[in-house]
C-alpha cells in the first residue's frame, strides 16, 4: 500500500542470506516502508547508531557473531526502537534470549512475509502510538489497510471486496484491537437499529464469511480471532 | 567345605595322636612296672617298704602304690612330684615343702614328653603283681605327649578360628572386589539403556570385569557418537532447510500478489500450499531431535497445564469456528504444575487440537477438557471425528505413520511422535480411545512443585 507520505518509516534488515534479504527488502519495501539491508552484525550495529531506523528487524544467525550480541549492542548504544528478531529455531531458549537481550518480539523461521509484516506494523504502533484513535481515517489489521472515507480494505496494494456490513464489522474492531466483544455487543455496534432481529448466529455466519476475504488462510484464522465462551478480538 | 574337610581331618589325627599316646603312656606304665617288680623290695619295716616305694616312684615317676594280697593298701610312695631324694634320706613327710612351687611353674609345653620334668601325669594306671600275692599299682605316670596334643588342640582351634576369619575377610574382600566393579557396570548399563548415552562404567584393574567395562565403554562411545552425530544431522538438516525455505516463502507470497490471472494465482497458493508442509515438517523434525538430545531429566521448566490450556484454546478456537466444528473448553481453574517447558506443553495441546478439528467433520464437537485427578495432572482431547481403525491404533504414536483414512487430509505424520516423546519425558503418559464415532486422546503428567523463583 505504497500511499505512505513523506514520513515514510525507515526499517533495517540485518539478513546474512541473500535470497531472504532480498525477498524481505523487496515485501517490506511494498508496504510503503524506507527499507536498509545489512548482511552483517558490525554493519547493522553501525547503522542503526548512525541512522537511527524506526525499526530494526534483526537475523539471529550472523557471519560475524550472533543476532543476541548485535541486540544488546544496540541496547547498549541507547537504541529504543523496536527490534523483531528472526530465529531460526522453535526453541524457548531463543525466545527467552532473545527477549531478555532486549528484543521486543521473535519470530521463527521459515516465516511468512505477511506474517513479518504484520508485526513489523504491529511493533510500529505500539512503539509510535499511530492509527489507535477511533476517528483515524485510515485503519490497519494485521497486514489490512482500512480506509474509512473511501470505504476500502487493501492489502498489498489490491483491494478486497466486502459488503456494507462486513466492512462496518472490521472497521469496529479494527477501532479496538486486541478488545474482545460479545456477539451481542457485536450486534449492537455494528447492526445498530436492526440489531432486535439479529441473534448470535448473524455473527458467526458474518464472522465466517469475512474471513474468507480477509484471511490469508481463512481455515487458521489470523486477523480476527474467536475468544472461546466470550467472542471475537483483532489480532494486535 | 574345605573348612569342613580341615575340620575332619584335624579330628581325625587327633584322634590318632591321643590313642597313639595313650598307648605310649601304657607301655611305659607297663616298663615301669616290669623295672619295680624285678627289684622286689626289702620285706623289713614298713619304712624300708616305703623308701623303696619312693625310690621306685622316683626311678620311674609314677606313683607306685603296693598292696596287700588283701587288696589293702600297705605303702603309697604319693605323686611323684612330691618327691625328691631328700624324702629318701628319711626326713619323713615332707612331701609339702616345694609343691606349690612346683604346682605354681608354669607346664612347659611337651615336658612330659622326655619324661625329665614335672610334666602333667597321665590319668592311666596299671596294676602288676608282684609274685608273693601283694601286688604293685603305677599311676600318675608322665604324660608322656598329653601335654603337647593339648596344646596342639588348642593351637588347631585357634588355628581354625583363625582361618575361619581369615578365609571370611578374604572372601569378603574378593567378592567385594568383583562385584564393585559388575554393580558399577550394570548401573552403567541400566543408565545408558534410560537413555543416559554419556553413562560409563569405572574400568577397575585389568582382570575379567575391567575388560568388560572397558568394553562396555568401547560400545558405550560408539552408540553416544552414532546417535549424537544423527541427531546432529537432522538438526541441522531441518535448521538450513529453514533458510531457503523462507526466501521460497517470501518470494512466493510477493509472487501472488503480482499474477494476474486465477490460474497462475492457484498455481503460486499451491506451490505456497507446499512450502507450508514442508515448513511444518522441517519444524517438526528439529522438535523430535532437540526432544531426544534432551538428558532425560534435563527439563528445568514449570508450565501451569490449565493456564497453557486456556491458550491454546484460544489459539485454536478460530481455526475450529471457521471449520464448523463446535469447540467445548472445560478448564479447571488450576494452577496444574507440571514440569515441562511452556512451550512443550503448547505443542502437545496444539498437535492434539490440530488433529482433533482437521478429522472433526463440519457440526462435529471437538471437547478440551482439563482437570487435576489423584496427584496427576490430565488433559483429554475428545472428537467426534472418522476415528482411528482398531488395528492402527498402536501405530499412530509412530514416526511417519498415518493412518489410512488420513490420508486425504494434510498433515507431517510427526505431530503425536511428538506428542509422546514430550509427555514420556516429563514421566507422564498418553492413550488413545477411538471408535467409528470419534477419538479421545488422554494426557497425564505428574504434578510438580510449583516454579519458586
Known amino acids: 500500500m505504497p500511499t505512505m507520505t513523506d514520513r515514510a518509516q525507515t526499517i533495517l534488515v540485518v539478513e546474512d542470506d541473500p535470497a531472504v534479504g532480498e525477498a524481505l527488502v523487496e515485501g517490506i519495501g511494498t508496504e510503503g516502508y524506507r527499507v536498509h539491508w545489512e548482511t552483517t552484525g558490525e554493519g547493522g550495529v553501525a547503522f542503526a547508531r548512525d541512522r537511527s531506523p524506526h525499526l530494526v528487524v534483526l537475523d539471529v544467525r550472523l557471519p560475524d557473531g550472533n543476532g543476541f550480541d548485535v541486540c544488546r549492542r544496540m541496547r547498549q548504544l541507547g537504541l529504543r526502537q523496536p527490534i523483531l528478531m528472526l530465529t531460526v529455531q522453535s526453541d524457548q531458549l531463543d525466545k527467552v534470549l532473545g527477549l531478555e537481550m532486549g528484543a521486543d518480539d521473535y519470530l521463527t523461521k521459515p516465516y511468512h512475509l505477511r506474517e513479518l509484516i504484520a508485526r513489523i506494523r504491529s511493533l510500529l504502533r505500539r512503539a509510535?502510538?499511530?492509527?489507535?484513535?477511533?476517528e483515524a481515517d485510515i485503519l490497519y489489521a494485521g497486514d489490512l489497510t482500512i480506509d474509512r472515507t473511501r470505504a476500502t480494505v487493501t492489502r498489498g496494494g489490491k483491494s478486497l471486496n466486502l459488503t456494507p456490513t462486513e466492512f462496518r464489522l472490521l472497521v469496529f474492531l479494527a477501532q479496538h484491537p486486541g478488545q474482545v466483544f460479545s456477539r451481542g455487543q457485536l450486534i449492537e455496534n455494528v447492526w445498530g437499529s436492526d440489531a432486535d432481529f439479529y441473534d448470535d448466529k448473524t455473527v458467526s455466519v458474518h464472522?465466517?464469511?469475512l474471513r474468507e476475504k480477509v484471511e490469508h488462510d481463512p481455515s487458521d484464522p489470523a486477523v480476527i480471532l474467536t475468544v472461546p465462551g466470550l467472542g471475537y478480538r483483532l489480532a494486535t | 567345605m574345605a573348612l569342613l574337610t580341615a575340620a575332619i581331618l584335624g579330628g581325625i589325627l587327633i584322634a590318632v595322636l591321643a590313642n597313639h599316646y595313650t598307648r605310649a603312656e601304657d607301655r611305659y606304665l607297663t616298663a615301669s612296672a616290669r623295672l619295680v617288680v624285678a627289684e622286689p623290695p626289702p620285706l623289713t619295716t614298713l619304712r624300708d617298704l616305703t623308701l623303696w616305694a619312693r625310690a621306685a616312684a622316683l626311678t620311674t615317676q609314677t606313683r607306685v602304690q603296693v598292696y596287700g594280697a588283701d587288696g589293702a593298701l600297705v605303702v603309697d610312695s604319693g605323686s611323684p612330684d612330691a618327691l625328691d631324694a631328700g624324702s629318701l634320706l628319711g626326713r619323713g613327710e615332707g612331701r609339702g615343702h616345694g609343691r606349690h612351687d612346683r604346682r605354681g611353674l608354669p607346664n612347659p609345653l611337651g615336658g612330659g614328653l622326655f619324661g625329665g620334668g614335672h610334666g602333667s601325669r597321665s590319668g592311666r594306671?596299671?596294676?602288676?603283681?608282684?609274685?608273693?600275692?601283694?601286688?604293685?599299682?603305677l599311676s600318675e605316670g608322665p604324660a608322656s605327649g598329653r601335654d603337647a596334643l593339648m596344646a596342639a588342640v588348642v593351637a588347631w582351634v585357634l588355628a581354625a578360628a583363625l582361618a575361619v576369619g581369615l578365609a571370611a575377610l578374604a572372601g569378603w574382600l574378593m567378592a567385594r572386589r568383583i562385584s564393585r566393579p559388575v554393580v558399577?557396570?550394570?548401573?552403567?548399563s541400566d543408565r545408558m539403556a534410560a537413555g543416559d548415552l554419556g553413562a560409563r562404567a569405572p574400568v577397575a584393574g585389568g582382570d575379567e570385569v575391567g575388560r568388560l567395562a572397558e568394553s562396555f565403554n568401547g560400545m558405550a562411545a560408539r552408540v553416544e557418537a552414532t546417535v549424537t552425530s544423527l541427531r546432529r544431522f537432522v538438526a541441522d538438516a531441518a535448521h538450513e532447510i529453514g533458510t531457503p525455505l523462507t526466501a521460497l516463502q517470501a518470494d512466493l507470497e510477493l509472487a501472488e500478489r503480482k499474477v494476474g490471472g486465477d490460474d497462475e494465482r492457484r498455481l503460486v497458493d499451491r506451490a505456497l500450499t507446499q512450502t507450508d508442509r514442508?515448513?511444518?515438517l522441517s519444524d517438526n523434525l528439529l522438535q523430535l531431535s532437540r526432544l531426544e538430545a534432551d538428558e532425560p531429566a534435563a527439563e528445568r521448566y514449570v508450565a501451569d497445564l490449565a493456564s497453557v490450556a486456556r491458550e491454546v484454546a484460544d489459539a485454536v478456537a478460530s481455526r475450529a469456528?471457521?471449520?464448523?466444528v463446535?469447540?467445548?473448553?472445560d478448564v479447571a481453574a488450576g494452577p496444574l504444575t507440571v514440569a515441562l517447558a511452556p512451550a512443550r506443553l503448547q505443542t502437545v495441546l496444539a498437535n492434539l487440537l490440530d488433529n482433533a478439528v482437521k478429522f472433526t467433520p463440519e457440526g462435529g464437537t471437538v471437547t478440551l477438557g482439563v482437570c487435576g485427578e489423584a496427584g496427576r495432572a490430565v488433559a483429554s482431547v475428545s472428537d467426534t471425528g472418522v476415528g482411528i481403525p482398531a488395528e492402527e491404533q498402536g501405530a499412530v504414536f509412530e514416526r511417519f505413520h498415518r493412518a489410512r483414512n488420513a490420508s486425504a487430509y494434510p498433515g507431517s505424520g510427526l505431530g503425536l511422535p511428538i506428542v509422546q516423546a514430550v509427555v514420556e519425558r516429563a514421566g507422564g503418559t498418553v492413550s488413545l480411545a477411538s471408535s467409528?464415532?470419534?477419538?479421545?486422546?488422554?494426557?497425564t503428567l505428574p504434578l510438580a512443585r510449583p516454579a519458586t523463583g
Not at chain 2, 558399577?184 to 552403567?188: C, D, F, G, S
Request: no cysteine.
Open chain 1, 207 to 209: 464472522v465466517r464469511r
Open chain 2, 184 to 188: 558399577a557396570l550394570t548401573e552403567a
Open chain 2, 321 to 324: 469456528e471457521q471449520a464448523g
Open chain 2, 436 to 443: 467409528p464415532a470419534g477419538s479421545t486422546f488422554r494426557v
Open chain 2, 125 to 137: 594306671a596299671l596294676t602288676m603283681d608282684m609274685g608273693n600275692g601283694a601286688y604293685v599299682r
Open chain 1, 128 to 134: 509510535y502510538g499511530e492509527f489507535s484513535s477511533t
Open chain 2, 278 to 280: 514442508l515448513a511444518v
Open chain 2, 326 to 329: 463446535e469447540f467445548v473448553v
